[in-house]
């Protein structure tokens, strides 16, 4: 089984960085495309980023791209979200996700192509 975990959420002000962790516990992910995912209180669960995780292929959302970076670690089993330069509007429960399907990057950014989920970090940025 694949058992996936988020950590390094918490409060900033606006304007600084964070950075989130995805640990993969179980099969390793050396054959999983990846991805990040956010939601507000409210609101939909909205595409972050997505990274394939043996070609090394990103791909981002118009709202992150520029000021978000996605990257993993291959030998601990772990992607990351560099988050920098942060708004009032980033503000949300960040969730990790795994899918088994290889597929174009762009595909990624729909849910119901992962096949794992993390239970989430919240991230909060006060203006």
């Known amino acids: 089984q694949v058992q996936l975990v988020e950590s390094g959420g918490g409060l900033v002000q606006a304007g600084d960085s964070l950075r989130l962790s995805c640990a993969a516990s179980?099969?390793?992910?050396?054959?999983?495309?990846m991805g990040w995912f956010r939601q507000a209180p409210g609101k939909e669960r909205e595409f972050v980023a997505a990274i394939s995780w043996s070609g090394g292929t990103t791909y981002y959302a118009d709202s992150v791209k520029g000021r978000f970076t996605i990257s993993r670690d291959n030998a601990k089993n772990t992607m990351y979200l560099q988050m920098n330069s942060l708004k009032p509007e980033d503000t949300a429960v960040y969730y990790c996700?795994?899918?088994?399907?290889?597929?174009?990057?762009?595909?990624?950014?729909?849910?119901?192509?992962?096949?794992?989920w993390g239970r989430g970090t919240q991230v909060t940025v006060s203006s």
């Open positions: 996700a795994a899918s088994k399907t290889r597929t174009i990057v762009t595909v990624l950014a729909r849910t119901a192509v992962y096949d794992y």
């Open positions: 179980g099969r390793t992910f050396s054959n999983y495309d």
